[in-house]
């Protein structure tokens, strides 16, 4: 019995070393279970982000098919929607273009609606004076028609003595209306560009750049706009018809219509009251007149020099200072100062009286 112990312990000494062992073996099978959960996180990770591409380029593949699905099915529709966007922006964009229309333009409207309203008074005016004249002449009437009945005049030389004032009356109206349709000078134009004057470009100073005044396409500025020099040679003198210059000198050089011997000339210029800026500091000034020989070309010969009131009437005629013994065909005005413009120097018209050659 004392020996079975023995075996007993000595199987549990030798199988200590198998229990480590197998605990070793345990131990080394443990390992790899605690490092799988890193592995299989990974992996997921890139199933994840695989998922995200595939589904990424469904969506894609889907778009593309949209869009060419769209393009088929609805050509025509798209090209009208287009189209009227179109039309649409373009009626948008003139618009805007009318709004950007400078001040300086829309003040210059104002101003012209204001000269012609001014027009149209001094003209109700008139028309009111001519009235009053007509109501005066007609009181006169009866007042002689009375004398007569009190003078026991014969009543068929009464009625006879009533049409004849009425006929005076008439020819007196008729009289004073032609007046105001008349010329003032009542003296030949031989600067007259209906008559066939004209102004030499070369001998004359180049026009006034005005950056204001431009034609507009669209609100762009693409073509400046000026009177031209021969505006000086026709009679439509209404605000803003003149040629400008730059500064207050310059001169125009002038080809008359036929062959004279000048003897006087004129110069016109509109009045503070229908000017636009209230002012009429462009106007000219001092002036001179020169006689040119040989075709425009040869030498010059003073004429005078004279000065324009601007406080006196529009129309002033100034006699020549010195005669020339031979017929001239040009003519050439030097505006000398103006009356304080400090940019330019407006001109409205400039005519020419003399003696003409008779060509007979």
Known sequence: ?????????????????????????????VLPQQENPDASGLTRSWKAVMGMVFILTLLLLGFINHMKLKEKAFPQKSRQIYAVIAEYGSRLYNYQARLRMPKEQLELLKKESQTLENNFREIL????????????????????HNYSWNANIDPAEGWNHTEVIDEEMSNLVNYILKKLREDQVQMADYALKSAGASVVEAGTSESYKNN????????????????????????????????????????????????IIPTAVTMEHISEKVSPSGNISSAPKEF??????????????????????????????FALQHEVPEFLLCVKLKILSNWGHPNYTCLYRFRVHGTPKDDS
Not at 17 to 23: G, H, I, L, R, V
Not at 130 to 140: E, F, G, H, P, Y
Not at 293 to 310: D, M, R, S
């Open 1 to 29: 019995m004392s020996g079975r112990p023995n075996s007993r312990g000595s199987s549990r000494l030798f199988r200590a070393p198998s229990e480590d062992a197998s605990s070793g073996s345990s131990g080394s099978a």
């Open 125 to 144: 005016f008139l028309l009111e004076q001519i009235d009053v004249l007509k109501a005066l002449l007609r009181d006169m009437q009866d007042g002689l």
């Open 212 to 259: 204001k005044a431009k034609l507009y396409w669209h609100g762009i500025g693409f073509l400046n706009y000026e009177m031209p020099p021969d505006i000086i040679l026709q009679p439509d003198v209404h605000p803003g018809k003149c040629w400008a210059f730059p500064g207050s000198q310059g001169h125009a050089l002038i080809k008359l219509a036929r062959k």
């Open 288 to 317: 001179s007149v020169y006689g040119v020989l040989k075709q425009c070309e040869g030498e010059e010969i003073f004429l005078g020099q004279f000065v324009y009131n601007k406080t006196g009437t529009t129309v002033q005629t």
